[in-house]
Structures are given as structure tokens and as C-alpha cells.
């Protein structure tokens, strides 16, 4: 056993710490300090997964930080988001459909929903001439956070702090199950990424997450239907959980087993949608943002330069996707690890990787804590450049300097594991887990 360095953590904490509260300062712009403070934090949450890998932590420290950081979460709910005005949009669709409206019917600005019109609502929703993108159980949600805090970002904050617990439970569910040292919760409990994004900016992955997780745990515990009900409801939220429906499919053996593993999921995500697609176009603007949305895409912003066809770019970029996915599939790993190299190949060829769309990525570095996907949501920060140009400036753009300082390091990472990791996890394998 290593002797832990205490105090080097504890002091690396309090400048965490620091770099996080330096948002409540007065007398800056509120972006310029969100930038900063997300982009230190971000580097020193580097050093402390360092430290967490390297040394055995006492239960004791690991309980510690995570209700001191549970308490930060409840700190930050106060705080009004800064880096993003999409709980605007969130709080429009809730107050919607808490009128009885059918949130995929209207866009925000049109004439039909003026009686709704407040003072900053829907006059702050960015793209208030599309209809709301997000799946049915989200809109459920708002709805809920509509009726807990009105026009603000409480209630939506109050929700992501419960969903965020119910994620940070499962992962210890997981770690316990896998027989990996409970250390590596704290990977989860001290991201800036999830920090930054739920509890300050109050992006609503955080609703998907403890779904996501928690069909994992159940898998793992032979309870499979429960696993896959589980799943489709995280579709509900957000559909990223459907490149997970191949993996149980292909894991199974028994036929039955593999049916309920693609139909369960999907047949819960298609339903969901039943009570809105007679009175409104629930995929219409879904639809315009994955065709004409780029933003942070490594691999679709290079060929784009060079072909200059937004269209095709995304469609190599589809291609390589699936042959690479193929490829994980037929592959002898362990579902986590497939899991972890899917969904990160899924964020190298998307032409659209928001920092929060991350999230479904950070849980699974407590079971998998390759040095990759650390690196990967510690840089995605360096993207608060250009929400900090755009809100001084007006100006929204992809920084090259920033993707090639974003994407070398953990590309180069990813290729050294993918030959020298063993693909073990923790003290079993999830193949002697299942059987």
C-alpha cells in the first residue's frame, strides 16, 4: 500500500475548490470568470485523478469528499447558469405543457402560444423558431420543474441534484459489484465537467444518467429485463443509450434474451413518444439540428475543410462510425469496455460534442479510468472559448488551436490503450459477473 500524500490532496482540493467558487465573484463578467475557474478546474482535476489513481484512499477521505461535494452541488444550485441559456428553452416546453399544449406543436415565437408570453419567456430562448428537440421523459421533467420552481432554474437544478444522486449511487452499486476500489467515485464526484455543466449551467443529461447506470448495475445482476426497461427510459431523455441495445444483443446467448434486449429498449423510447406525435411533429426540429448543427467535431471538422460539403462530411463521418462499431461488437471485450470505445468513437465522428454531452461518458470513468477519457473531459473545457467570444462578442466558432489541443493528447492516449490496457475490469470480468 502507498503512503497517500494527505496534505498535497487537500491543498489540491482547496485550489479546486477556489477555482470553482471564483464564478460568485462580483465586479467580473460572469463568463470571463466561469471560463477561467472551468478551465483551472479542469487542470487540477487532472492531478487529483493522478493522485486517486496512484494511492489507496482511506473510506473515510472518499466519504468526506463526496457529501463536501454533494454540499458544493447544493452551493452551485443558487447560482444562475452562465455559460448557457438552454434551461430557457427547458422552462419554456415545461410551462407549455403544464397549460395543457402539446410542446412539439409550437414553436416558442408562435403567435398561437401568445398568451403564454412573460416578461423573458419565450423572448430568451435561443432558436425561438424551432420546435423543442428533446424526447418525452425530459419534457415530463420540465413539466415537474415548471410546477417546483416556475420561470426560474430552480426547479430544473433541483431535479438534476436528485438525479445526480441516484447516478453517484449507482456507480458505487458498480464498483462494488465489480470489486474496483470505491476510490474511483470520486472521479465522478470531483468532475468540473458535471459540476460546471448540471449544477451551474443546468444542462438535463443528468435526467438520463441514473437510468443509464443503473441498467448497467442490473445487468450485471442477471435482473435483464429490469436492465433494458432501464434503458429505454434513458433513451427518453436522450437516445446516446441506443448504441448500448447492440451491445446486450450481441452479449446474449439465448435467442429470447436477445430479443428482449432490442425490442424492450426501443419499443419504451417509440411508445413514449404515442401521446404527442397525433397533435404535434415531435421529430421536426430533431431532424434540422442533426443535419445543419456542427460544433467541436474533430474528425467532421477536418473533412469538412477539405471537402467543404457539410452533407457528405457527416457522412463519412456515419461511415466510419459504423465500421468502427462493427468492429467493437464483434470484438471479445467486455461490454464496459465496448461500451467505452463505442461511445467514445461515437464523440470522435460526431460533427456536435457540446461538453455536456460528456456526461454520458464521465460515468463510466469510475468503472474504466483510462487516462483517454480523463484527459478528454478535462480539455472539452477549453471550449469555453468560444461561449466566452460568443457572449462578448457575438461571434460563435470552432478555435482550430483548440481542437488540435483538445483532441492530439487524447487520441494519442486512446491508441496506446487500445494496445497495451488489459481489458480486465476491477477483480472480475463482466463475462464471470453475468455468469
Avoid at 305 to 322: E, H, M, P, T, V
Avoid at 383 to 395: C, D, E, H, M, P
Wanted: net charge positive; aromatic share 18%; hydrophobic share 50%.
Amino acid at each position: 500500500m502507498k503512503n497517500f500524500p494527505k496534505n498535497i490532496f487537500l491543498l489540491l482540493t482547496i485550489l479546486f475548490i477556489t477555482a470553482i467558487f471564483v464564478v460568485f465573484l462580483p465586479g467580473i463578467k460572469p463568463i470571463k470568470l466561469y471560463t477561467i475557474g472551468e478551465i483551472s478546474a479542469s487542470a487540477i482535476f487532472l492531478v487529483l485523478c493522478f493522485l486517486i489513481k496512484k494511492y489507496d484512499l482511506p473510506w473515510k477521505f472518499i466519504a468526506g469528499f463526496t457529501i463536501g461535494f454533494i454540499v458544493i452541488r447544493i452551493i452551485l444550485i443558487n447560482l444562475h447558469p452562465i455559460g448557457s441559456d438552454d434551461y430557457y428553452r427547458y422552462v419554456w416546453d415545461g410551462k407549455v405543457h403544464m397549460n395543457g399544449i402539446n410542446p412539439y406543436r409550437y414553436a416558442p415565437d408562435d403567435a398561437a402560444l401568445n398568451n403564454l408570453h412573460s416578461d423573458i419567456l419565450p423572448r430568451l430562448v435561443n432558436h425561438p423558431e424551432m420546435k423543442t428537440i428533446y424526447p418525452p421523459l425530459s419534457e415530463i421533467l420540465f413539466f415537474v420543474s415548471y410546477l417546483i420552481g416556475g420561470e426560474s432554474f430552480f426547479g430544473i437544478k433541483i431535479l438534476i441534484l436528485i438525479f445526480d444522486l441516484m447516478t453517484i449511487w449507482g456507480i458505487y452499486l458498480i464498483l462494488k459489484k465489480l470489486k474496483l476500489p470505491e476510490k474511483y467515485l470520486l472521479i465522478y464526484i470531483l468532475c468540473p465537467l458535471i459540476l460546471f455543466q448540471f449544477f451551474i449551467d443546468a444542462h438535463v443529461d443528468g435526467f438520463g444518467l441514473p437510468f443509464m447506470i443503473f441498467s448497467l448495475y442490473f445487468y450485471l445482476d442477471k435482473k435483464n429485463t429490469l436492465s433494458y426497461v432501464l434503458l429505454g427510459l434513458s433513451l427518453c431523455v436522450k437516445p446516446l443509450g441506443l448504441i448500448l441495445v447492440p451491445i446486450y444483443f450481441f452479449n446474449e446467448k439465448k435467442f429470447t434474451e436477445k430479443i428482449k434486449a432490442a425490442v424492450i429498449p426501443v419499443l419504451i423510447y417509440g411508445l413514449s413518444y404515442v401521446p404527442y406525435i397525433f397533435t404535434g411533429t415531435p421529430f421536426k426540429a430533431l431532424m434540422e439540428f442533426t443535419e445543419n448543427w456542427t460544433f467541436n467535431g474533430v474528425v467532421f471538422n477536418i473533412l469538412d475543410s477539405f471537402i467543404k460539403d457539410n452533407q457528405r462530411a457527416r457522412l463519412i463521418c456515419a461511415g466510419l462510425l459504423f465500421i468502427s462499431y462493427l468492429g467493437i461488437l464483434f470484438t471479445k471485450k467486455d461490454i464496459l469496455e465496448k461500451l467505452y470505445l463505442s461511445i467514445f468513437l461515437l464523440y470522435i465522428f460526431s460533427p456536435v460534442v457540446h461538453p455536456w454531452y460528456l456526461s454520458w461518458f464521465v460515468i463510466l470513468l469510475p468503472i474504466i479510468p483510462r487516462w483517454s477519457g480523463i484527459t478528454y473531459v478535462s480539455l472539452i473545457s477549453l471550449t469555453a472559448f468560444t461561449v466566452l467570444n460568443y457572449q462578448l462578442n457575438g461571434i460563435w466558432k470552432d478555435y482550430t488551436s483548440v481542437l488540435a489541443i483538445e483532441y492530439a493528447p487524447v487520441l494519442l492516449l486512446f491508441i496506446y490503450e487500445i494496445f497495451t490496457v488489459n481489458p480486465r475490469i476491477g477483480k472480475l470480468s463482466i463475462t464471470q459477473v453475468k455468469d
